[in-house]
């Protein structure tokens, strides 16, 4: 049984998109382990799920996240401290998530001829290019860029997210594969009842912060209240940076009671408490990072069956056209037009049932991890052989 070793500069907890490939993989016939970073030590030190793949967490090297001549150190520490767990791994193949575990993989799949993928969530440099500031950041871009597209190069095969990554990927690598942002259809049996209760529910999943729709979304609910709409809005994720809820605290004076904040939520907890709202929110600010994104919450929003309001940018664009499955807004318009949109469903509930519905059929029949879970499983046989 060929053993995978995925490396990870984040603490697993877990993340859903390494959490499936993983779980795919371990059902496929691998033995597959998970070598990653919890920076702040908040996790156990070792699990085993019960896929039966392997946890294994990185703790004696505090860091935070970010980008700067401050978190040199300690990731070469975290490199490192991967080389010598890789020594009792005795890993078949390395596996790669995102830019900075992947110059410690390359080095040691050299200097032990294995196969290494590169699994790119995300284009890096362009990634961290909004945070880096004046000479010295443009120089790190630029070191960060060339350095990302020769290990890009390097790596025996890049998977990544939607077809605009995958354009970029191929100029470099032979063996590059898509794989999107999809739900598993396992944790989604029916779609939810939407808009068939007094209040009408709101939700947004993900990492919260003002670039991602925050403060729109405050105002949307704000404006919903004004005009006699018994709205809510409920926020599931952390706030990144962590600054970012000081000013969600600043921004909800007046409607506190309406804002339900459940913090970080367990992957397997999500179609739960998507079954009791009524609209899936997904109004992204235009950063370059988002505009060409696919987001997992817009899929999942899809899959438990609910109505989207969402961003019109090309990509997202493309699947909420296509399945007609909810709205497109302008999110640096003003939020009185979603207002509008909203308060429209609102009195008349069968439009966003079919809207919903839509988004449902289309998840069931393409949108979903079982459609291309396959796929990973053909690249690995590739390499490894």
């Not at 390097?154 to 100029?171: E, F, M, N, P, W």
């Not at 598993?184 to 209040?199: G, I, M, N, R, Y």
Request: charge should be neutral.
């Amino acid at each position: 049984m060929p053993h995978i070793v995925m490396l990870l500069s984040n603490p697993f907890r877990p993340d859903p998109r390494v959490l499936k490939e993983a779980e795919s993989l371990q059902a496929t016939g691998y033995n597959v382990t998970i070598l990653c970073w919890d920076r702040q030590a908040a996790y156990p030190l070792e699990e085993s799920l019960p896929s039966a793949v392997h946890v294994i967490r990185i703790q004696d090297i505090p860091s935070a996240y970010g980008i700067g001549t401050r978190q040199l150190l300690p990731l070469l520490k975290f490199w490192s401290a991967t080389f010598t767990i890789l020594k009792s791994l005795k890993p078949d193949l390395l596996h790669c998530h995102d830019f900075d575990t992947l110059p410690a993989g390359l080095f040691w799949s050299r200097l032990h001829r294995l196969p290494i993928i590169y699994d790119a969530h995300e284009y890096y440099a362009d990634l961290v290019k909004p945070r880096l500031h004046g000479v010295f950041g443009m120089v790190l871009y630029q070191i960060i860029r060339t350095a990302e597209l020769i290990g890009a190069r390097l790596a025996s095969g890049v998977i990544t997210v939607d077809d605009k990554l995958g354009a970029i990927y191929r100029k470099l690598n032979r063996n590059v594969l898509v794989v999107g942002h999809y739900p598993t259809l396992k944790s989604f049996h029916e779609a939810a009842p939407v808009f068939t209760q007094d209040e009408l529910s709101l939700i947004y999943v993900g990492r919260i912060s003002t670039d991602r729709g925050l403060m729109i979304y405050l105002e949307i609910l704000r404006l919903l209240r004004h005009s006699g709409v018994p709205a809510r809005l409920l926020l599931a994720g952390a706030f990144t940076p962590s600054s970012e809820e000081d000013a969600f605290r600043n921004s909800i004076q007046g409607i506190e009671q309406f804002v339900d904040w459940k913090g970080w939520v367990d992957y397997d907890r999500i179609p739960g408490l998507l079954k009791i709202v009524d609209i899936g929110l997904v109004i992204l600010k235009p950063e370059p990072r988002y505009v060409a994104a696919l987001p997992v919450k817009l899929f999942e929003y899809m899959a438990a069956g609910l109505p989207v309001i969402a961003s019109d940018f090309p990509e997202i664009a493309k699947i909420v056209r296509g399945a007609s499955c909810g709205a497109l807004v302008d999110p640096d318009k003003s939020p009185d037009l979603i207002v509008e949109i909203i308060k429209g469903w609102w009195a008349n509930p069968s439009i966003p049932r079919l809207l919903g519905n839509n988004g449902f059929q289309a998840a069931q029949q393409k949108f979903h991890w079982e459609n291309i879970s396959g796929q990973i499983d053909g690249l690995y046989r590739t390499l490894l052989h």
